[in-house]
């Protein structure tokens, strides 16, 4: 199966701030999703972006399939988008592998 | 409502036992999923079904069951055999377009935990 690299691990940031998450991939991939897991452990869908760029809010993806590589921009930070986030993507045969997840801690 | 649901919130078993998570969804979607996450870590695959009756081990499937008996409902079963079953299971469900699942959408989730 393909193997799943995020970074940073862990990043901490003052509200208000600016960052880029990275997701990297060993293969291609049909389907990428961005997820965001709340302290009670539900995971939020923030994008299905395959390729391409799509933009929520504060939240934005670009997906680049020929590198392999996705990133997830946060702008404008806030105390409620501490937590973890996950990519996750899917080759033929329709399994979803998941990175280790990012985990971002944002203080007042 | 329409989504997934995924019963009990919280188990405790003992040792030796089986035990049975309930995953329910509402979307009509043909794709469901049984996925265990660890502390501090990401999720990996336990068993998936596109279709009803039929089912495909994923990354883990050692020491676990499933039915698909309706398409609506996706049962896992952790069992005795499984050696370290204590974690926190997510059941998700996608469509299907061709030969490609599509967005996979996630329940809230069961926090098992064998005493």
């Known amino acids: 199966g393909i193997q799943v690299e995020q970074s940073p691990p862990d990043l901490i940031l003052q509200e208000g701030a600016n960052s880029t998450l990275r997701c990297n991939f060993s293969d291609s991939v049909n389907n990428l999703q961005w997820f965001h897991q709340n302290p009670w452990g539900q995971l939020i869908n923030l994008f299905y972006?395959?390729?391409g760029t799509k933009q929520n809010g504060r939240l934005s993806a670009t997906t680049v399939a020929t590198e392999r590589y996705s990133l997830l921009y946060i702008s404008s930070s806030q105390t409620t988008d501490s937590g973890v986030y996950f990519c996750a993507g899917e080759t033929s045969g329709s399994r979803l592998t998941f990175g280790e997840g990012t985990q971002l801690t944002v203080n007042p | 409502d329409g989504g997934i649901t995924q019963s009990p919130k919280y188990l405790f078993r003992k040792e030796g036992q089986n035990v049975t998570l309930s995953c329910e969804q509402n979307l009509n979607h043909d794709a469901m999923y049984w996925y265990r996450q660890d502390p501090g870590q990401g999720l990996r695959l336990i068993y998936y079904s596109q279709i009803v009756n039929d089912f495909q081990k994923g990354d883990i499937a050692e020491g676990y069951s499933v039915s698909r008996e309706k398409k609506e409902s996706f049962p896992l079963t952790v069992t005795s055999a499984q050696k370290n079953p204590t974690a926190f299971y997510l059941c998700a469900s996608s469509r299907i377009s061709g030969t490609v699942n599509n967005e996979q959408f996630f329940g809230p989730g069961t926090r098992l935990t064998v005493l």
């Open positions: 972006i395959p390729s």
